[in-house]
């Protein structure tokens, strides 16, 4: 079952697909999808959409490699039509993958090391698609308003990307943002914690906003968060703040030589516990608390090693 939340009735959709919120926006040149959600939920997803509008898919956005968030890629990119003939070819990760150029379906774009990282993983098939990937820092392209895809480098993973609907004034932060756990830092590949805030960080200070005044009925930004309800600019905000407490309480234990295993008892995490934390699944208070641990350890190997 997906659940269905008009963001923007008419313009702008949260759907929920196994606990994974998946961004559409739609107006008459087409309808953008972002993070189609796991490959199960892939038919389930595009029954949903059809409900939405019977406008095609032009463009779908993957904001990083996580098979939970983009499985269903192939199958909802698939079923969109191609507006602008749009290939990944100008990259070399892509000419290597022989990935076509005449390919049908929607576009999907990507940061390259996204594609990099889907590439390393076996079974994986992107050979029926178009693939848009991009190295500088923001890709933009316009269907019914100006679309920015932003990279966040090192924050979850090193090819993150945020994705700002400027008309409709929604942001869909991937993996970065999760209202239900603490972030997962995929320090295989490239993700910190320091980025993880700086991706934060960007997002607060650049790309969303508060209300504004009553009288432009105005109600801010809206950011639609990788899991969890619909959220603002205070949401981001106290989830911003939450990450940065437990980092500065780990980094403090370090400063002062405690070893992990007492800042582990120290429980850095405290009172958070609730809200974001768990003993179980695929991603722990143990998990978080060890991520920011080593990512700060790292760091401060690679500041002694430049000082050296």
């Known amino acids: 079952m997906v659940e269905v939340l008009p963001v923007r009735p008419g313009k702008v959709f949260m759907l929920t697909a196994q606990g994974i919120n998946v961004t559409v926006q739609t ?4 309808t953008v999808v972002v993070d189609p959600g796991p490959a199960s939920s892939a038919q389930a997803v595009l029954a949903a959409i059809k409900k939405i509008t019977s406008v095609p898919i032009r463009f779908l956005i993957d904001t990083s490699a996580d098979p939970e968030l983009i499985g269903a890629s192939r199958t909802v990119a698939a079923a969109g039509q191609n507006l602008l003939g749009l290939n990944g070819l100008d990259s ?9 150029t005449g390919s049908s379906g929607a576009a999907t774009i990507m940061r390259q090391g ?6 390393s993983q076996p079974g994986v098939d992107y050979s029926a698609l178009s693939i848009e990937t991009f190295t500088r820092p923001e890709y933009n392209f316009y269907l019914d308003g100006p679309v920015a895809v932003i990279w966040q480098p090192a924050a979850h993973s090193n090819g993150d990307a ?4 400027e008309r409709s004034d929604v942001v869909a932060t991937g993996a970065i943002f ?6 997962v830092i995929d320090l295989k590949n490239g993700g910190t914690i320091q980025g993880e805030i700086n991706a934060l960080d ?5 790309l969303a906003f508060a209300s504004t005044p009553v009288g432009s009925n105005d109600g801010g930004t809206l950011v639609i968060p990788v899991r969890g309800p619909l959220s603002d600019l205070d949401g981001l905000v106290s989830y911003r703040d939450m990450v940065a407490t437990v980092v500065a309480r780990v980094q403090y234990y370090i400063d002062r030589g405690r070893s992990y295993r007492q800042i582990v008892a120290a429980d850095p995490a405290q009172g958070y516990h609730t809200r974001y934390g768990s003993d179980t699944g695929s991603w722990t208070t143990a998990d978080f608390v060890d991520a920011v641990y080593e990512s700060l350890m790292n760091e401060r ?3 002694h090693g430049k000082r050296g």
């Open 27 to 30: 107006g008459p040149a087409g």
């Open 92 to 100: 070399a990760i892509a000419r290597s993958a022989a990935i076509p």
């Open 114 to 119: 996204v594609l990099t990282q889907l590439l």
């Open 162 to 165: 945020v994705v700002r609907f």
């Open 178 to 183: 999760d209202q239900t756990r603490f972030p």
């Open 202 to 206: 960007e997002v607060i200070n650049s």
């Open 301 to 303: 190997k690679a500041h």
